[in-house]
């Protein structure tokens, strides 16, 4: 397969994990009020280290780097703290 081809396969890819990605964030209104109405704190360290684990452990069946997935989780994990907290006017976000 020409790299050409190769590349255009990945920027397809890429823009699929995006979507994901947004449609992931979107939720964070969800689990605002979720987590409102159950008195949780917007940065639950426990719900944090299952989803690192389930994916470590996702990443690693697949013969993924778990610890690298991980990174990438708690960057998302991040993400979706900062948009809770400015949608209750506690952030810096757009």
Known sequence: MPL???????????????????????????????KKAESKPINDVDQNKVVLERVANLATERGLDGEEVKKIFEILIRMNIERQHEMRGEGNLP
């Open 4 to 34: 050409k081809e190769i590349r255009a396969k990945i920027e397809r890819i890429d823009a699929q994990i995006l979507s994901l990605i947004d449609q992931r964030t979107a939720l964070a209104k969800d689990v605002l009020d979720a």
